[in-house]
């Protein structure tokens, strides 16, 4: 006979003391198990009957092993604790979570899905560097090799954190996501303090491809005051994606193996919408190109992207005309790794320099002390919007070298003021207006 896995316990008396000593103040006295069923059994009643039972005023343990999941599945955590020994295995039935019905839709920025959405106020989940996500990856990216992807085409994001206020995520392993790895969107005072994602392709058939693009390891979306630290990603895209409406963000102690570096952006895809980006400080950050059979790109330091002026089309895919700024931003202690361009700021995603440009306006970005090498020529490359220009740049400490036997390059377009490159930058002007000259375009990138 199977043990009965699933034990809801009412401990009374001590508990209350014990749980204010861990930090929420918590008052009662909820206490849940949950081992996993086995034998391929389908484990999502009984985890989301835990998180029922003790997800207010409680504490969860999973303990380890691997929980399978089968369908959709929010927590809402109200004063809890959750400790996640094991992995939530979200079995990969591709068509099946494709069907849109059978995710959320949580996530407003380009109507991405999520199969797994956490909310509510004052909670730890601890995944104690044992547990998190198994995503199945290996599946999604082997289905989509031949298929074309979209953004909002049901890809599910596999930990997304939704109106959550004061929570932490800590020591969170997520193994082979899918999509993007975290979101977080409409919350504040969050922390995510140890994370883990990896999505590397194993099929040799795909070696020397990036098979694993859109696999981010987040987005953070209209969210206030949220730190990410020490976090360990391995994706094909963008380690970690700022969008519109971040605000008092702190970075600290990231690695990036492989994919596109850590990016802000794009901004201004919804015409109808501003997107506000203030107070970034990231802190300690490594950029590690992978071999290139395991992921070919290893594509910049930090690059800061809006799309254009003009309208092209309709979110999710298309957008562009949407408004805002980028304000107060510091990128300090850098390490890159043979990056294609290390830091890069552009304005016209998914448009061309001859539309109306965008009005969305960089101001404060400072660069300091980094340190590594790229494989071309072009160190820093600000590209701004001529209907705003990029102001208050600093660049310092700055000590990035290109491939060997070239001479760097500094591009500096429609800056108003910048601190530490200016001889560089107006060396630059005059090699571009030389080549222009001769007939050779060297804005183009
Ligand atoms: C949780 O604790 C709060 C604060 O003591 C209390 O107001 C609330 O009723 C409790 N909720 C449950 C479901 O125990
Ligand atoms: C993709 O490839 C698989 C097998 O490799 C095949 O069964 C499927 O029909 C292909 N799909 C498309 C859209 O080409
Ligand atoms: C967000 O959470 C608050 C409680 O903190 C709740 O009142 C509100 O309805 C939630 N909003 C959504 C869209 O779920
Ligand atoms: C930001 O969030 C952290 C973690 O929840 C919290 O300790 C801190 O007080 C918050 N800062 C502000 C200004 O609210
Ligand atoms: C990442 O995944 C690859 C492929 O499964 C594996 O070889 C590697 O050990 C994993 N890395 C970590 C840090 O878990
Ligand atoms: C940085 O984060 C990694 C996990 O990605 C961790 O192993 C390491 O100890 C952290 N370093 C510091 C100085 O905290
Ligand atoms: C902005 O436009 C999008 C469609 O692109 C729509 O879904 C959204 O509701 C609009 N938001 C506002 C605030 O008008
Ligand atoms: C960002 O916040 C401003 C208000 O500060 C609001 O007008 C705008 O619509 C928000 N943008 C998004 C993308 O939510
Ligand atoms: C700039 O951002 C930092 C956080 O990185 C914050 O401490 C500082 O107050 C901000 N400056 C202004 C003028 O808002
Ligand atoms: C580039 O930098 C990395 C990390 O600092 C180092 O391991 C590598 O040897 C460097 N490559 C070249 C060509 O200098
Ligand atoms: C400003 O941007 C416009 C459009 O991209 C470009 O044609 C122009 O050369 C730029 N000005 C300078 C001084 O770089
Ligand atoms: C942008 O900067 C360029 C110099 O690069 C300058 O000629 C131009 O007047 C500036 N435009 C605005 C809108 O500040």
Redesign the pocket.
């Given at each position: 006979m199977k043990p009965k896995t699933f034990i809801p316990s009412l401990i009374i008396g001590f508990l209350s003391s014990v749980l204010i000593a861990r930090g929420f103040g918590i008052q009662s006295n909820n206490e849940c198990t949950v081992t996993p069923l086995g034998d391929g059994q389908d484990d999502t009643d009984q985890v989301l009957a835990a998180i029922s039972q003790c997800g207010t005023n409680g504490t969860i343990t999973f303990t380890e092993g691997s929980f399978d999941i089968t369908r959709k599945m929010t927590w809402e955590l109200n004063s809890a604790r959750v400790h996640l020994f094991g992995y939530l295995n979200f079995v990969p039935d591709v068509e099946y979570w494709l069907n849109m019905p059978n995710t959320y839709q949580v996530v407003f920025i380009q109507s991405q899905s999520s199969w797994f959405v956490v909310t509510g106020s004052d909670f730890e989940i601890d995944a104690h560097n044992t547990g998190g996500i198994q995503g199945n990856g290996q599946i999604w990216w082997d289905f989509f090799s031949n298929r074309t992807r979209e953004d909002g085409d049901g890809r599910p994001i596999s930990l997304t954190l939704f109106n959550v206020t004061?929570?932490?995520v800590r020591n969170f392993r997520i193994d082979a996501q899918p999509f993007w790895c975290n979101c977080v969107v409409e919350s504040?005072?969050?922390?995510y303090d140890g994370m883990l994602c990896n999505a590397t392709n194993t099929n040799p058939e795909f070696a020397g491809t990036n098979l694993v693009p859109n696999t981010d390891g987040i987005d953070t979306y209209r969210s206030n005051?949220?730190?990410l630290m020490n976090w360990d990603i391995t994706c094909g895209d963008d380690c970690l994606a700022i969008k519109g409406n971040t605000t008092?963000l702190l970075v600290r102690n990231v690695t990036c193996n492989g994919g596109n570096g850590i990016a802000f952006g794009s901004l201004g895809q919804y015409v109808n919408l501003s997107d506000i980006v203030e107070n970034v400080y990231m802190e300690d950050l490594k950029m590690v190109r992978l071999p290139s059979n395991v992921q070919p790109n290893m594509g910049t330091g930090v690059y800061l992207k809006t799309w254009t002026g003009e309208v092209n089309g309709t979110p999710p895919t298309g957008g562009g005309g949407g408004t805002g700024h980028v304000r107060n931003v510091t990128i300090h202690n850098v390490k890159v790794d043979q990056v294609d361009i290390p830091v890069h700021v552009y304005q016209t995603n998914g448009g061309s320099v001859s539309e109306t440009p965008s009005t969305l306006m960089f101001s404060g970005l400072h660069f300091e002390d980094w340190t590594g090498n790229a494989t071309g020529n072009t160190i820093v490359e600000f590209v701004c919007s001529p209907a705003v220009n990029c102001t208050d740049l600093t660049v310092e400490s700055f000590h990035v070298t290109p491939a060997a036997n070239e001479a760097p390059r500094y591009i500096c377009q429609n800056v108003t003021s910048i601190s530490g490159l200016q001889e560089l930058c107006s060396l630059q002007h005059r090699v571009m207006q030389l080549d222009r000259r001769d007939g050779v375009d060297e804005l183009e990138v």
């Open positions: 004061r929570g932490i504040e005072d969050v922390v005051n949220v730190t008092n």
